[in-house]
């Protein structure tokens, strides 16, 4: 449970195609003999139960029947329910079918979660801006410059660092924060978990400090820039115009 709290923000939920009924799963795996649960949402009531199926043979393994979820109901889906499959200890590839419809391949694997930390933090360190390991380069050395503040406009101020929010390479004071908190967060939690296996910067090269903790830093110095004067808080470095 502690390792599924961590890694929450991978969002592990299927996409949404054109179908009447629509599964949310753990898009990582699920372990044996641990809790098991899906979430079905329709905006029909749906009657009967929820076929686990074995991905390569074909063969039921359980049926399930769903139950109410409780809570408001999310989106435009009425109807909400759980399906709890923890009986299935077997490891392997599922699918759960209703009808006509079914779910993104499941996985119940002994370590479903095996490099993900890394994975995420090598994500992280791939959003760098200012000196970004990935790509072994400096990036946005003229970052940035002040609008409709109280200051000339095009003033410079030093805002490089932190990370890309994404392809556009804008950044904000909002997303960044969430993610320097969620890691701190992680690692407060359960520091055993993470490894030390690059510097500061992102060379391989341990250098005695969590990756987790390096990265989040980087978010921490970036963030502290955003208050360069008292009663400034400069909150997006971007330009939408």
Known sequence: MMIRFLLFFLCVCSPLVAQDIHFRINQAGYVPGESKVALLMSDKPVKGKVDLVDWKSGLVVSRVKPQRAKGEAWGDFSKQYTI??????????????????????????QDPYAGAID????????????YNPYFDVVCHQGDGRLFDAPAPDS????????????????????????ATARMLLAYELAPGLFGDSVDAL????????????DEARWGLEWILKLRPKPGWLVHQIADDR
Not at 119 to 130: A, H, L, N, P, T
């Open 155 to 178: 003033t410079y101020m030093d805002f490089s660092g932190g990370w890309h929010d994404a392809g556009d390479q804008l950044k904000y004071l909002i997303t960044s924060s969430n």
């Open 202 to 213: 992102g060379h391989a090269d341990p250098n005695g400090v969590p990756d987790i903790l």
């Open 119 to 130: 994975k995420m933090i090598g994500f992280m360190q791939q959003q760098r801006c200012g």
């Open 84 to 109: 709890d499959f923890s009986d299935v200890d077997q490891t392997g590839l599922f699918v759960l079918r209703y009808g006509k419809d079914q779910s993104r391949e499941i996985l119940v694997l």
